[in-house]
């Protein structure tokens, strides 16, 4: 008795000497997602898992009922208030967190902004881990689009909201894509509308795409709901040989449109290793075995060396995912 | 008098005329709104309200209200979605295909029977009620599905095709309305509004529930059981949300816990309010609520087509809801007569 607790003073002193306060506790590791019950986020949530499976720490995901600019604010503040020591968030919004966001900072908490970043407000978290590198992902939907039509017709593509900042940044480099690559000069963008990830919306905003376009060859929806509620309309219409809708999507809403030959291909990466990544480098950071600094490496098992960006962004994969009917059972999420 | 004189005495003249209007409108700057296609789009923007509206307007008729049916509808949506996505795990076999639909109606009735059991027993107003009961019900289905979505693949291919086929389709290749069909779901939700008219036009209990909302003083002096009907009408709005409920599944292909229903009970009150339904109880018809919910869906069809921006599009449908009520209320008052003074 006297021997163990002997010991574990040893420890702790070692510990404490190494000014290591962790040892004691394990890492406690939060994600505020965007909102509950949306399946995007189970995928990134189960890598997180994992990975504090293996590294030891203690993992849990909360989230808002609706995805405003305002509604994170009260999750984070109890995430302090409990005293965690990593808040990894899909912000959403750039600048609605700022205040609070150091708050968290200011008390030691390490602050990650994971699928999505704060535009404009970098400084407000000390790094981002993205999917892919965002600027590939206008070009690659529009090479995938242009592949499904022969780069010839009119296209459309179907948002989410008119503010979300990821998909605005998509269209752009969409926009500008279409307009300087000759490649793809005979490709028109007729109309961009949006469905704010509702699928009712959605299904109005696709609709009336149809019947104000007649020529119609393609529509990109890159986000998930939009992408399903565009599918679901050709399907229900039964045009898809005419109209080819592409744009990002889960594989688990997206599975039964492939099969039926409603949509051919449509472009992800993995949530998955989002979480999985988020984990690894917090987990480093606190333990003090990685450098937060831009131009820093590391290894993540699976992943293999991963680099720190520009502005401490950090991507999980070079390109996008594109999934068809040759490879859609390989993916569970 | 001429029948079409007393068609225009009748309430539901106004809401009507605002149909025809606002088609004709919308026709005039977009001339593909006036066609089969898009008599098909509308169609199918309406039966989960029109379902619900039915319900929801044999409450307000009792003078009550329902703000749950949305996350009633969710819960039930959820139940049958996680039947069909346990079972054949669970029992080792796969249930029918239809067992979702008297699964969702049951579990929507007793979650509406509660409400009633709420608001009779304790003599709570039913707004108070169904507001906390609107947050127990979605949190309950938070609880029971682990906050997980149930995906397109586990929704049995019979519910789906609900909503995309029909009793009869015209042939492709026809010279007019080629393809056009009423799907199943539409027919479904046009059925639940006969029989609501059979029930509350033609029915002693029908009757009493106009009765209650005319004059819950009077009502037991005249020997209704206030108690049971009051407990009935927010069973059958509760069984209505069911229905809703496997109609959401049908129609979207999915079910998720945070956004299914959600918003669902401004969309029925709006459309049953619309139709002339009075908030003081005692007033409404089938028809008038019927065209409500069809006005409804004329302006969320349009408001795309007519190229109006999404951030626009909320305050729009917004203004016309309240231009139809000024509208309705004037015509109720003055006859068709009064709309003249209205835009004099």
């Known amino acids: 008795m006297l021997k163990k607790s002997l010991i574990a003073g040893l420890g702790l002193g070692i510990a404490l000497a190494t000014g290591a306060a962790y040892a004691a506790d394990p890492l406690k590791i939060v994600y505020i997602g965007k909102n509950t019950g949306n399946p995007y986020f189970d995928s990134i949530t189960g890598g997180f898992e994992d990975a504090c499976k293996e590294l030891g720490c203690e993992f849990e995901f909360v989230a808002p009922a609706t995805a405003e600019a305002t509604s994170q604010i009260p999750f984070i503040e109890a995430q302090i208030q409990r005293g965690v020591n990593v808040i990894a968030i899909a912000p959403n919004s750039p600048d609605a967190m700022n205040q609070v966001l150091d708050d968290a900072r200011s008390k030691g908490i390490l602050v990650l902004a994971v699928n999505g970043d704060l535009v404009g407000n970098e400084g407000h978290r000390d790094a981002n881990i993205l999917p892919v590198d965002f600027t590939k992902t206008g070009p690659n939907q529009v090479e995938l689009m242009g592949s499904l039509i022969d780069y010839k017709g009119e296209i459309a593509i179907l948002s989410a909201t008119t503010e979300a900042p990821d998909q605005n940044t998509w269209i752009a480099a969409m926009k500008k894509t279409l307009e300087e690559n000759p490649k793809y000069k005979d490709m028109k963008l007729v109309a961009t509308v949006y469905g704010d990830d509702q699928p009712e919306k959605s299904t109005t905003e696709m609709e009336a795409l149809l019947s104000n376009y007649p020529d119609l060859v393609g529509v990109i929806a890159p986000t998930t709901v939009g992408v399903a509620a565009a599918a679901q309309v050709v399907q229900q219409r039964g045009i898809a040989d005419t109209v080819h809708v592409t744009g990002l999507g889960l594989p688990s809403e997206m599975r039964d449109f492939v099969k039926d030959g409603t949509v051919t291909a449509f472009q992800l990466w993995s949530p998955y290793n989002e979480g999985w990544l988020a984990a690894y480098f917090a987990d480093g950071v606190i333990k003090g075995t990685i450098k937060n600094e831009v131009g820093g490496t590391f290894e993540v098992p699976n992943l293999g060396t991963i680099t720190i960006g520009d502005k401490n962004v950090m991507n999980t994969q070079a390109e996008l995912t594109t999934f068809d009917a040759s490879n859609i059972d390989d993916f569970n999420f | ?344």
Request: glycine letters at 12%; charged letters at 10%; one cysteine or more.
């Open chain 2, 1 to 344: 008098m001429s029948a079409l004189g007393t068609l225009f005495r009748r309430r539901e003249a106004g809401i009507l005329v605002m149909i025809v209007l606002f088609c004709l409108f919308v026709g005039l700057q977009k001339p593909q709104f006036l066609t089969l296609n898009q008599l098909r789009i509308i169609l199918l923007l309406t039966p989960l309200i029109m379902i619900g509206a039915m319900g929801q307007m044999m409450v307000l008729v009792a003078r009550h209200v329902d703000l749950s049916i949305g996350s009633i509808l969710g819960f039930s949506a959820m139940v049958s979605g996680m039947l069909y996505r346990f079972d054949e795990t669970a029992f080792g076999f796969n249930v029918p295909w239809w067992t979702g639909i008297p699964l969702s109606v049951l579990v929507g009735a007793i979650l509406g029977f509660a409400n009633g059991m709420l608001v009779q027993l304790f003599r709570l107003p039913a707004i108070i009620v169904t507001l906390g009961t609107m947050s127990l019900y979605r949190g309950l289905t938070f609880i029971i599905s682990d906050a997980k979505q149930i995906d397109r693949q586990w929704i049995p291919t019979e519910i789906k095709g609900l909503s995309s086929t029909s009793i009869f389709t015209v042939p492709k290749d026809f010279p007019i309305a080629g393809g056009f069909n009423i799907p199943w779901i539409v027919m479904i939700a046009f059925g639940v509004a006969i029989l609501t008219h059979l029930f509350l036009a033609h029915t002693r209990i029908g009757r009493q529930i106009y009765a209650i909302g005319s004059n819950p003083v009077a009502a037991p002096l005249r020997g209704i059981n206030v108690a049971r009907v009051t407990v009935l009408v927010f069973t059958i709005s509760g069984a209505l949300s069911g229905l809703a409920g496997i109609m959401y599944a049908s129609r979207w292909g999915f079910v998720n816990p945070s956004n299914t229903g959600f918003g669902f009970e401004f969309q029925v009150i709006a459309a049953v309010v619309i139709g002339g339904v009075s908030i003081n109880g005692g007033v409404g018809t089938v028809l008038g609520t019927v065209l409500g919910v069809l006005l409804l869906g004329c302006v969320a069809a349009a408001l795309p087509l007519l190229g109006i921006p999404g951030t626009s599009q909320a305050a729009i449908y917004g203004a016309v809801i309240l231009v139809a009520l000024l509208i309705d209320r004037t015509v109720r008052q003055q006859g068709i007569v009064g709309l003249k003074r209205v835009r004099a």
